[in-house]
């Protein structure tokens, strides 16, 4: 069976919840991000960034670019990852 996520050495989890509807739950801004995101993120995780990101006080654009320099951390770990994604999100 053919899957979307691509490529990649990056491990894979099962998620419990329903992904769409976590997605639909997320803030706009967040939703924007993680639909133009480079890397299959679940909308957990992404939250739980953000989430963590805004407790310590940072606006929306600067916890945006810290899922951004997140997402260039784990392309750069991820053998498979060509050098046209390790620039997409920076």
Do not use: H, I, Y
Request: hydrophobic share 40%; with cysteine; aromatic share 6%.
């Amino acid at each position: 069976m053919s899957r979307n996520l691509g490529t990649t050495s990056l491990r894979r989890k099962r998620r419990s919840a329903d992904p769409m509807r976590s997605f639909d739950a997320l803030p706009a801004p967040l939703r924007q991000w993680l639909a133009q995101a480079t890397l299959p993120w679940s909308p957990a995780s992404v939250r739980r960034v953000w989430n963590r990101a805004r407790e310590n006080g940072l606006n929306a654009e600067d916890a945006l670019s810290l899922l951004s320099r997140a997402e260039a951390r784990s392309l750069a770990r991820d053998c498979f990852a060509t050098p046209n994604q390790l620039s997409t999100n920076n």
